[in-house]
């Protein structure tokens, strides 16, 4: 079993900046990413980094948020700058211990964290 622990949302004015982190209870990872749910929308993918340090993002926020990893603390990190209304939602960070493919896929992730709200106000 794995525990994630997520900081760092809040409440911010468009165009501005969070930095969310996620802590593991292992290093033992192939992956962490942030995934995220808006009221009434399904959850989507938002950004992953390999153990490797690849990283992937969603077309959406690409160019605005960067994923990082801190492996001496096992800690993910997003940080969400340029920061739209539409951002606005629960995110949820999530993680694997072996690879599989799609890594935007939720169902590939085994664990996940609690959600930490996020809200860009206009």
């Known amino acids: 079993q794995v525990q994630l622990e997520e900081s760092g949302g809040g409440l911010v004015q468009a165009g501005g900046s969070l930095r969310l982190s996620c802590a593991a209870s292992?290093?033992?990872?192939?992956?962490m990413g942030w995934f995220r749910q808006a009221p009434g929308k399904e959850r989507e993918f938002v950004a992953t980094?390999?153990?490797?340090?690849?990283?992937y993002y969603a077309p959406g926020v690409k160019g605005r948020f960067t994923i990082s990893r801190d492996s001496a603390k096992n800690t993910v990190y997003l940080q969400m700058n340029n920061l739209k209304a539409e951002d606005t939602a629960v995110y949820f960070c999530?993680?694997?211990?072996?690879?599989?493919?799609?890594?935007?896929?939720?169902?590939?992730?085994?664990?996940w964290g609690q959600g930490t709200q996020v809200t860009v106000s206009s």
């Open positions: 999530a993680c694997r211990k072996e690879y599989e493919p799609g890594y935007g896929v939720g169902s590939t992730y085994d664990y």
């Open positions: 980094i390999t153990w490797p340090n690849i990283t």
């Open positions: 292992t290093s033992s990872l192939e992956a």
